[in-house]
Each structure stands twice: as C-alpha cells, then as structure tokens.
C-alpha cells in the first residue's frame, strides 16, 4: 500500500511529491470557479427552499475549499506575524499591560488553543489510519515496537510531525501562492502527474514461466 509519488532516489521522490502538491494546489481555481457561477445558479434554481438548500451546501463547500487553499497559503505570513507579536508583548512587560486584558489578544490566545488541540487530532488521526490499514502495507508485522504499540506511535509521530511542520507549511503556501498566480492569469493548467513507485509482481507460487 504506497500511494505517495516515489522515484529512484530521495532528492527525486523529493522532486516528484513537489509535483504533486502543486498540482493539487491548483484546487485553488475552484474557488474562483464557485464564486463564478453561484449568481448564475442561484437565479436559475426555482422556489425559496430549494435556493436556501443551495445556499446552505454551497456555504459549507465554500468553507472547506477556503480552508484548505487559503488557510494554507496564508498560514506562512501569520503565523511568523503572530509570533512576533506575542514576543513583543512578553518582552514589553508596560505596554503588554495595555494590551493584554484586550478581548483581541484573548481571542489569539483562544484560537491558538484550539489549534494545539486541533494538531493532536490530527496526530491521533494519523495513527488510526495507520492501524486501521496495517494489514495491507508490507512489513507492517515485523515492524518495530514504535509501530505496534498505538501509544508508542503517537509518541514517535509527535516529534516528528513537530519538526518537519515548518517545512511542511512553507512549501504548501507556496504551492498555494503559486497556483493563486497561475489562477489570476489564466484558466488552462498544464496537470504534471508525479512518479508512482513501481511495484514488482512476483510469481505466484506453483506457477512456472
């Protein structure tokens, strides 16, 4: 079970799985797309209801698409921003005062609260995942202990995920910023399909060439 792009060395699967993002990045256009058409539909869809039925899905659509494409790409200037801002208030003990009690810094620090739990689901997910599809990747049963303990494994990914997270965002906002561009100047896209690992076939067993 290997779905990710591979080629035959780490800088190319590098490489590849750097196609893929951009490629999926260009999801970007279909916000544009939505926001296109929605006057067009909605005049054409007859009765109240059914135009609040279509009001109602396209909102929650509209919600998943923004945060996917637009959190991404916007998540690598905020959040450096923000951080600069919650050091200045803790070396800026005076003017923090002012500041700190405002219902502005009580909602960043909810939010970012929200985000720390939001990062453990997804810890958590990941791990279920993984131990809900074990029995199809290769290797899986004679794995460390680090991947047979779900408790172990949750402890190995956190560290982990923490560390390559910087990346992870830097490189997604870009491939965001990038497919942005490319939405603003035009509608046809070049699709650049990654590498795929190549699986060999083995004989089947009592079976001769």
């Not at 005062?97 to 990062?119: R, Y």
């Not at 303990?149 to 491939?175: D, E, K």
């Not at 699986?199 to 001769?208: A, L, M, Y």
Request: proline share 4%; aromatic share 18%; hydrophobic share 55%.
């Amino acid at each position: 079970l290997n779905y990710a792009p591979e080629a035959e060395s780490w800088f190319t699967t590098v490489q590849a799985r750097w196609i893929q993002a951009k490629r999926h990045a260009l999801g970007f256009s279909e916000i544009v797309y939505m926001h296109h058409h929605f006057p067009r539909v909605f005049a054409q869809i007859e009765g109240r209801r059914a135009k609040m039925v279509y009001c109602w899905r396209f909102f929650f659509l509209w919600v998943k698409l923004l945060m996917i494409h637009v959190f991404m790409a916007v998540f690598i200037v905020f959040a450096p921003l923000n951080g600069v801002l919650i050091g200045y208030f803790a070396a800026n003990q005076e003017s923090a005062a002012l500041s700190i009690n405002s219902w502005t810094f009580l909602v960043n620090c909810v939010f970012q609260g929200v985000g720390i739990v939001a990062f453990i689901g997804l810890f958590v997910g990941s791990v279920g995942i993984y131990e809900s599809t074990k029995h199809r990747i290769d290797g899986a049963a004679s794995a460390g202990p680090f991947w047979q303990s779900r408790f172990l494994h949750f402890v190995r990914v956190v560290p982990q995920s923490i560390l390559f997270f910087p990346m992870f965002f830097l490189f997604g906002g870009l491939a965001e910023w990038i497919a942005a561009v490319k939405t603003a100047r035009t509608h046809k896209f070049d699709y650049a399909v990654a590498l795929k690992p190549k699986i060999e076939k083995q004989d089947e067993p009592g079976v001769t060439a």
